[in-house]
């Protein structure tokens, strides 16, 4: 997620969803203390030898994004690029409520997912409305939707990207 929000990256950072690290370490290569949590053992295992062979001091665990609070940590800044979507509405308030969990006051998540706009054959997978990003992010939960923001995602099979929300929430 190598977006204008790097410089508002800020004091400990988790990485939602990492896959193979690539936000982790570019997150890391910023002087950031950075933990990547991701469910595929695989993706991890890959994410941990990039950071050894790029000399990038970024920790990898395995574990799920709908217990972050098992990580017994929090943090200031979480980065989502590409799991949002692929929680059904029930599952995206579990995460949302996972995600408070690790989430200091004044913390931000930034999520980056597939959005509905656009003909369906241009759309990526699960594509979520505007109004289904906001929704799990209530007010009454302790969260405040900052900005959302149409964008493109780069995927393999569209290199050129489809359309995708970015959205910035606080924590309050």
């Known amino acids: 997620m190598r977006l ?19 936000n982790a370490l570019h997150a890391a290569s910023l002087g950031l203390d950075v933990l990547g949590i991701d469910v595929a053992e695989t993706a991890v295992a890959i994410a941990r030898t990039k950071a050894a062979d790029r000399g990038v001091d970024a920790e990898f665990v395995v574990g799920d994004a709908l217990h972050l609070d098992r990580l017994g940590r929090v943090f200031d800044t ?37 959005s509905d706009l656009g003909p369906p054959d241009t759309c990526g997978p699960h594509p979520v409305s505007q109004e289904e ?15 959302v923001d149409p964008d493109r995602l780069r ?16 924590r309050v």
């Open 4 to 22: 204008a929000c790097d410089r508002a990256f800020t004091g400990d950072v988790l990485d939602a969803g990492c896959g193979t690290g690539e």
């Open 78 to 114: 979480v980065l989502d690029c590409g799991l949002f979507h692929t929680f059904d509405s029930d599952e995206r308030r579990q995460y949302v409520t996972s995600l408070a969990s690790v989430t200091g006051r004044g913390g931000n998540v930034y999520v980056l997912c597939f």
């Open 133 to 147: 990003l906001r929704a799990p992010f209530d007010l009454s939960r302790g969260w405040s939707v900052v900005s």
């Open 155 to 170: 995927t393999r099979s569209h290199e050129e990207g489809v359309p995708a929300w970015v959205a910035k929430v606080e």
